[in-house]
């Protein structure tokens, strides 16, 4: 078409112009637009043309796009008139061409079916929801933009088209009816469960796709004994298939559930066995087949298939010479069984000999549903054999260094060998990563030496004998040792847990790519892993040198075009900012000529790369190499370094001294084309031969995707010539396809012609024919090119926040709006695919002029709305990510665009939170605050007698809209809140602003004093909150410094999106406690105390540490526990602890202080109370679903307590304090503050009075500023 592969507007994808021709046009109008290229006169018409498409294009791949269009007949309209002109056009100017004929005429037809897309779309929706809802909930049929575009990839990022429809079934008994109405339907049905996949094998490749969501399914069941056969009574477990697998693992201790993928804090058991994933585990107990002891499964016919197998040997199932399943096919109507069968299959059908995981082998002779990839039914369960856990567990650390990578290799097949002749040791665990993972995780080595290791091991050993295993772990460290390493042993729990933490953050190796990467795992015999370590290091030797000489070729060019540009017209040189230099032109001349001599010598190394080093000796002066040695080796070893900063780079800059200009030039020309380096870079599972090989690539870059596949062709290929398969655990999906061996896939395709004859689950994979070339993923660097645009829409920062996201799932576990129980999605993850989506219609509509949709912004706002801004996504976040900080971010956006959305709830809370005049506080919560929570609990009492508001939460009871919004707001009470606020009950209130109210016992005082920041919701709300901090440093004889009026540290503002707002709060604070320090200047501060953790949050901006200088700050509970102060045990109460989302406990946390102030135990109650603020109000629905998952948890750890006495939750936040009383009259356990717990077991029911009478009695000294 052109030098330029993008003509095509509004392209932020993978693609080039050609992939877009044909998916829309075909193969013939690409050649005919090939050939009317070289007879564009003008390049009119083609620019309508690429107009059209681009149209096209960026609305079939953005549901957020084409969903407005389809509710927007105005808009929609208006794209057709466009359209349709410019057609006119095209045609009109092609009257003389048949060329140009042929292809108007395709473009007429497929402007016809994609407006007729419009039309038909409306009534294939309607006609499919009234379908399903015969089978589930409407609630659990989604057509949404936010669901199907979260649902149209994996964790690879590739997609295809987004889905039809996306179901999610309450239970497992709705499933073989919405199978048998997919099939109705004439659609195609895709199960899904975390998400997690690497190989894009639940990636829709058609607009018809149903995809069924399994997350709900998340029941995990006790562990069971269980007669397995010839092993005789056995520990089991049973979970649904939208069990997340890291819970079920937790359910299972302290058995093992030895199922362990990386990605187990996110993927889930259907998917477990769709794909035979494995782990860590798999060196000894095998992958998911290994484990498994059942499972059932919904077939294409819509009924039930249960698979069991017989004597279960306990270990892996290659092992046995014949295995035996037995299969029961059941009515699902009628229950009635159809038909049973036995399944006998020799134990080599499961993976290829000699090698430890293999998942190519998809057929298994006719076993349904293991590794099948959801083409031939859809998991609902499986039940787990458990394996007893060894007395003894020591996790080695070894650090390879040098050179020779080789040695390294050997030491770990010697270590496996090793290990497995031992008796009474085991290896638990044996994963493997390289140099690039090193670097690309900040792996701190544990070694004293200065360089980076090169190779890292981490290994678990096993065994019931501590001697033996200690033997054993000293074992390893010797072996090491001989190939130049260092052993390091972990023994207690917390350091294993730390070496393993490094394991997990893998994913990072694409940080640089924008979280894109080419991610296969080949897995090769172990005696033959030293050859294919060599060959990956060949290959990033070769790309290396190919990638410098391109970046010596682009550096040419530049300076070829700055000689010439110099040589003719002076004015051209402008931009270049040379002074007068005679002798510069002579200067470029010798540059061109060193780039040239090392260009060629590059060349020749490239070229003798295999050859014995002898041929090349003349670029090898003063390095030793043997005598047959080849040139790769010595270079391998790193004997000769190939440095461009050496050999051009620095004599260039020296040549080029005082022309600033120039050397820039270089610089951004070596930059540009570094972008485009091929770096293969392992990690693995290498007690398996499991090599995880990952090539980060530029998915903007069409050359350097190119140069990855034809990598990864090389890749898979080495791995078959070693004895190897091309994939031990991740899948074929869409990613492997091409590689796979013909037979297996004929194999395969035979049985599922057998089992699904239409093809119904997962149409078009593990298919020979299947045509994958129209895959694309998009392009956050092809989003950033649009730079201008972003800026002047305020999308800058909001593309760089969420670009580097891996996809991985981590943050899916800490999520509050992640609740699929709930029909709750909203992980950082799914939301950051969103919002990537957004970004790009927004630059769309942007450029078209039409401007942007209402529809965009309200997108935007819901996903806004999904949060609670807690921040815990970030700790988990390999890259980093907090996505509160981007929810910020969006509210911000959309309050400066005019489109911020807030009920008159939220409105009224924000406003009584940044009050400072007493009048006005005092007036807004008598009226509005105390009036308003008692109309709230006469509400919840309407509701009960009514029958709206049940015991049965709202958020389970599928409700939508209004309803659903008026119910979860009432069905919880507010609590009452005392009569004024704690400076009022106190006698400290005042409008001068210059007067520093100072609590001090004067029996007591002296020179000590802290700083109390009570906040709004301590002083305000919960005036006892405030009251029992206030006591509680009264008794210990300090000065309590308050501020002189009411303060809001402004995160309420700043959360909700009002930047401007919460920075000029934080300004006017630190400006007030600097004049309150220079006022009290002769007091000794020794802490800034808080009781909120957001305050503690927000206060950690405000750089106390120069206000008051030596005086840290802490939460009013940790400072208690550092004076010292604790009550004896209290004999009758049971407690439970709730830890905030900003939890200000930040030194020895919520359970610690319990334990040290109160004198007992506490059981930790998880997840969020649902307030969040002001989200209960703001968000009632959002925030009831939250609040069911906390009713949950609070069931479970209640369930903990001994059951014999009063029982309270305990938590340390205020809002938190409201969200949990409001659970009272559902749980049963009354809610408190950790610190009003203590002033009452310290001073009795009557605390509050005494210490009020004690500090009116002369315990206030006021200050004036």
Same mark, same amino acid.
């Given at each position: ?834 919002? +990537? ?177 009570? +906040? ?9 909150? +405030? ?175 001994? +059951? ?62």
């Amino acid at each position: 078409m052109s030098e330029n592969i993008r003509e095509i507007p509004y392209n932020y994808t993978s693609y080039s112009d050609r992939e877009i021709v044909i998916r829309f046009l075909g193969e013939d109008a690409w050649d005919d637009l090939n050939v009317l290229r070289t007879q564009r006169r003008t390049g009119r018409s083609a620019r309508m043309l690429f107009e059209i498409l681009g149209d096209l294009w960026v609305v079939e791949r953005n549901v957020f796009l084409r969903n407005d269009l389809l509710n927007n007949q105005k808009r929609r309209q208006q794209m057709h008139q466009r359209h349709y002109d410019r057609l006119a056009r095209i045609t009109k100017g092609a009257s003389d061409n048949p060329r140009a004929q042929k292809v108007a005429a395709c473009t007429g037809r497929m402007l016809e079916d994609f407006y007729t897309w419009f039309d038909q779309e409306p009534v294939k929706r309607k006609k499919a929801r009234r379908a399903f809802a015969r089978h589930t909930h409407p609630n659990n049929v989604h057509f949404d933009a936010f669901t199907l575009t979260h649902h149209a990839t994996d964790a690879t990022d590739w997609r295809h088209h987004a889905p039809f429809c996306v179901l999610t079934p309450d239970s497992a008994d709705e499933i073989p009816g919405l199978i048998r109405a997919v099939a109705e339907l004439e659609l195609v049905v895709i199960p899904r469960g975390g998400g997690t996949g690497l190989c894009g094998g639940s990636v829709p490749l058609s607009n018809n796709a149903v995809m069924i969501n399994l997350e709900k399914l998340d029941f995990i069941g006790d562990v069971e004994t269980n007669d397995v056969g010839k092993m005789g009574k056995v520990a089991t477990i049973k979970a649904g298939a939208g069990a997340v697998t890291g819970k079920v693992m937790e359910a299972s201790l302290p058995n093992v559930f030895a199922t362990d993928p990386t990605s187990l804090w996110a993927c889930t058991i259907g998917g477990n066995v769709a794909s035979n994933a494995g782990g860590k585990h798999a060196v000894i107990w095998g992958t998911c087949v290994d484990n498994l002891l059942s499972w059932k499964m919904v077939t294409a016919e819509g009924n039930w298939l249960e698979v069991t197998r017989m004597n279960h040997n306990m270990g892996k199932v290659h092992t046995e010479k014949e295995v035996e399943f037995h299969l029961v096919h059941t009515d699902s109507i009628s229950g009635h069984r159809i038909s049973e069968e036995k399944l006998l299959l020799p134990g080599s059908v499961f993976r290829k000999e000699g090698l430890g995981k293999d998942v190519t082998r998809k057929a298994m002779g006719g076993l349904p549903g293991i590794q099948k990839e959801g083409t031939d039914g859809l998991i609902v369960e499986a039940t787990f054999v458990l394996h007893r856990p060894f007395a003894v567990t020591r996790t080695v650390c070894c650090e390879f260094f040098g050179q020779e990578l080789s040695d390294a290799t050997k030491a770990m097949v010697d270590i496996k060998h090793h290990v497995d002749g031992l008796p009474e040791a085991h290896l638990e665990g044996l994963e493997h990563f390289d140099e690039k993972y090193v670097k690309a995780i900040e792996y701190i080595s544990k070694s004293t030496r200065r360089e980076a290791p090169r190779v890292v091991l981490l290994i678990d050993v096993s065994g019931d004998d501590e001697a033996a295993v200690g033997s054993a772990c000293a074992d390893i460290c010797r072996i090491t040792s001989k190939g130049n390493g260092e052993g390091f042993v972990a023994i207690t729990p917390a350091d294993r847990k730390r070496f393993w933490g490094d394991r997990g953050r893998m994913a990072a190796i694409a940080r640089h790519t924008r979280a894109f990467k080419l991610n296969e795992d080949v897995v090769i015999p172990l005696d033959r892993l030293s050859e294919y370590n060599d060959y990956v290091e060949h290959l990033n030797i070769e790309n290396s040198i190919t990638n410098k000489k391109e970046a010596l070729e682009s550096i040419a060019a530049y300076l070829h075009n700055a000689r010439d540009r110099i040589s003719g017209n002076r004015l051209e040189t402008s931009d270049l900012d040379l002074d007068d230099d005679p002798y510069l032109t002579e200067k470029l001349d010798g540059c061109l000529k060193l780039i040239a001599t090392t260009r060629e010598n590059w060349c020749r190394l490239l070229k003798k790369l295999d050859e014995p080093a002898k041929e090349v000796a003349h670029l090898l002066e003063g390095i030793e190499y043997k005598r047959n040695e080849s040139l790769f080796r010595v270079i391998q070893r790193g004997a000769k370094r190939i440095s461009y900063r050496n050999e051009v780079e620095g004599p260039l800059c020296d040549m080029l001294r005082g022309h600033e200009s120039l050397t820039e030039g270089v610089k951004k020309a070596h930059k540009q084309a570094l972008s485009g380096r091929i770096v293969v870079a392992t990690h693995m599972h290498a007690g398996d031969g499991n090599v995880h090989t990952n090539i980060p690539v530029n998915s903007n870059d069409y050359p350097m995707m190119k140069k990855a596949h034809r990598v990864v062709e090389k890749v898979m290929a080495k791995a078959v010539e070693l004895g190897g398969v091309i994939s031990g655990e991740h899948g074929i999906g869409i990613t492997k396809l091409e590689y796979m061996d013909r037979e297996l896939l004929k194999e395969t395709a035979d049985y599922l012609k057998r089992v699904d004859p239409d093809h119904l689950f997962n149409r078009g994979k593990l298919m020979p024919d299947t045509d994958l070339q129209l895959s694309y993923t998009p392009s956050f660097n092809l989003l950033k090119m649009e730079s201008m645009i972003l800026e002047a829409a305020d999308l800058t920062e909001l593309s760089d926040e969420i670009s580097p996201c891996l996809r991985c799932g981590k943050c899916k576990p800490v999520c509050n709006t992640h609740f699929p129980r709930a029909n709750m999605l909203y992980s950082p993850r799914n939301k950051i695919q969103a919002t +990537g989506a957004m970004i790009e219609a927004f630059l769309y509509e942007s450029q078209t002029g039409s401007g942007i949709s209402f529809e965009q912004f309200s997108g935007m706002q819901d996903l806004a709305d999904h949060c609670t801004i807690c921040h815990k996504c970030e700790t988990p976040c390999p890259v980093n990510i907090d996505f509160g900080h981007v929810t910020e971010n969006m509210r911000a956006l959309l309050k400066s665009k005019g489109q911020a959305k807030m009920n008159l709830g939220s409105k009224l809370s924000l406003m009584f939170l940044t009050l400072q005049n007493p009048n006005a506080v005092r007036f807004m919560r008598e009226t509005v605050i105390r009036w308003g929570y008692s109309g709230h609990r006469m509400l919840n009492r309407l509701g009960r007698m009514s029958g709206l508001v049940r015991n049965t939460p709202a958020a389970s009871r599928n409700l939508e809209g209004v309803q659903a919004q008026v119910i979860n707001f009432i069905e919880r009470p507010l609590p009452a809140l005392k009569a004024g606020t704690a400076r009022q009950r106190l006698g400290i209130e005042s409008s001068d602003k210059n007067m520093i109210p100072v609590l001090r016992d004067p029996n007591k005082a002296n020179g000590r004093a802290v700083f109390y920041f009570p +906040g709004c919701g301590s002083e305000r709300l919960f005036s006892e909150v +405030g009251l029992a901090t206030q006591a509680m440093l009264f008794d210990l004889g300090v000065n309590v410094v308050l501020p002189p009026s009411y303060l809001c540290c402004g995160y309420p503002s700043t959360a909700s999106g009002d930047h401007e707002q919460g920075d000029k709060i934080s300004y006017d604070n630190r400006v007030q406690f600097h004049r309150i320090r220079n006022a009290l200047s002769y007091l000794d501060f020794e802490a800034v105390i808080v009781s909120c953790g957001t305050c503690y949050d927000q206060l950690t901006k405000y750089e106390l540490e120069q206000v008051f200088p030596g005086a840290p700050l802490i939460d009013i509970h940790e400072y208690l526990m550092e004076q010292g102060v604790k009550t004896e045990r209290v004999s009758g109460a049971e407690y439970m602890y709730h830890v905030p989302c900003h939890s200000p406990l930040k030194r020895h946390g919520s359970k610690a202080a319990i334990e040290s102030l109160l004198g007992q135990d506490a059981v930790k109650s998880e997840e969020c109370c649902g307030e969040a603020g002001t989200m209960a109000v703001a968000h009632p629905a959002i925030a009831g679903k939250i609040r069911t998952r906390k009713e949950e948890q609070m069931e479970l750890a209640r369930a903990q307590l001994p +059951g014999k006495g009063e029982q309270k939750v305990l938590t340390s936040c205020p809002s938190c304090l409201q969200g949990l009383s409001r659970l009272e009259g559902q749980s049963g356990v009354q809610a408190d503050y950790i610190v009003i717990e203590l002033a009452r077991h310290l001073h009795g029911e009557e605390w509050q009075k005494q210490f009020i009478k004690k500090v009116k009695s002369g315990g206030i000294d006021r200050v004036l500023m």
